[in-house]
Structures are given as C-alpha cells and as structure tokens.
C-alpha cells in the first residue's frame, strides 16, 4: 500500500506537467525533422492520451527507488544478515543501471537512429509521425536499454546463487557475444548503427558482471566458511 501510495503521489506530481514532458521526449526527433516538418495525431484523443501515458511512466521510473524499497523492507524481515548485505547494493546497482540504460537512449540512440531514418527517408515523402506511435516507439527503446543494463546484476545474481560461476561465465563469451547481437537485432530498429549501440554496451556490461560475481563469489564462499 506505502508503495502504491507513493507512485499515485509521484504521478500527481507528473500529470500538471505532462505536455512539457512530451515536448521533451519528442525533441530528439523534432530536431532531425526536416523543415517544416512536424508531429501528428492521427486518433482524436491522441493529444489527451499520449502525453497521459508518458506522465504514468515517468512517474513509475520516478518512484521506483521507492517500490523497490517497500519491496525490500517486506522480505528483508526473512533474509540473513549476509542476505541483506548483498541485497541493498544489488538494488541500488540496479536502479542506477536502469536509469543510465534510459539516458544512453534519449541522449545518443535516440538522435542517431532519428538522424538515420531521416535520412533514408524517400524523396517526395514527408516524414510525419504520429505522436502516440512515436510514444509507444521511444517506450519500446527506453525499456529495452534500460533492462539491457540489468546484465551485470542479473550475472551477480546468477553467480550468487551457484547457477553459474565467473568462470562458465568466462568461457561462455563467445555465446554470450551471439546472443547479446541476437537480443540487439530484436529490441532495436532495423539498422545497423542502434544495432551496435546496444550490443557493444551489452558486451562491456558483460565482461562488468564476470568481473563482478568473481568479487563476489569468494566473499561469499570466506563467509560460508566461517
């Protein structure tokens, strides 16, 4: 309830400045718009809806430090002490990562892919989207790059819980390479420059998680000794 409380209080806080909002969001690709160029709405309630919808997300990315602190203080109460250790920086770590997966996006995805798709752009055709696809669009890649950031923790996490060790992990590079391109290829736009943007990040995250579990898998296992 605490947590609940606290996402309606942060999107109280969003809703008043839900139009300054969107013209922020659109900006990367109102800047690569050629001359004269601008944004529609297609559906009647479009104006209404789009920029609603963007105030609830931002206050969900807004209030979840928030949700993932009641979260914590509901199980914390059943954990052990070297649980609890682990716990918070984990959490914290994650936040943090999934924050700077959403503004690796807006500041430099966001504009080249925009720059890309404008300049492919047929001759004769004019390049005007429409606000809510281009909501649901920008949404897709914040999500993506923000839980493709997660890779770290969730290797952490993996290593802790005795699925994986840094040294599968080590050796599973190659695949793991594979794999990263593969997620790339879905999760972005259908050309090459985002494609990259994302994987080569995903890639350096990886090698951060190997270098992570193999820190913290021998702390754990000096523990369980004593």
Same mark, same amino acid.
């Given at each position: 309830m605490r947590g609940v409380l606290g996402l309606l209080a942060a999107v109280l806080v969003t809703l008043p400045f839900s139009h300054r909002?969107?013209?922020w969001l659109a900006a990367p690709l109102v800047a690569k718009l050629p001359e004269g160029a601008h944004m529609i709405a297609v559906e009647v309630a479009? %104006?209404?809806?789009? %920029?609603?919808?963007?105030? #609830?997300f931002v206050a969900?990315?807004?209030a979840m430090p928030w949700l993932l602190y009641q979260a914590w203080a509901f199980v914390a109460p059943?954990?052990?002490?070297?649980e609890k250790r682990l716990a918070m920086p984990l959490l914290v770590s994650a936040v943090t990562l999934f924050y700077a997966g959403c503004a690796f996006a807006y500041f430099l995805v966001l504009p080249t892919v925009f720059g890309f798709l404008t300049g492919v752009t047929p001759e004769g055709v004019a390049m005007m989207t429409d606000i809510n696809a281009y909501?649901? #669009?920008v949404l897709v890649i914040f999500l993506a790059f923000g839980l493709s950031f997660e890779l770290p923790v969730a290797l952490v996490i993996l290593s802790l819980l005795g699925w994986v060790t840094p040294e599968q992990m080590k050796e599973a590079r190659g695949y793991a390479i594979v794999g990263v391109f593969i997620v790339a290829a879905i999760v972005t736009p259908p050309d090459v420059i985002s494609q990259l943007m994302l994987a080569i990040p995903m890639m350096l995250l990886y090698e951060l998680?190997?270098?992570a579990s193999r820190w913290l898998v021998p702390s754990r296992d000096r523990a369980r000794d004593s």
């Open positions: 909002l969107y013209a479009s %104006p209404f809806f789009a %920029p609603l919808k963007l105030a #609830f969900l990315v807004l059943g954990l052990y002490q070297r909501l649901d #669009f998680g190997i270098l």
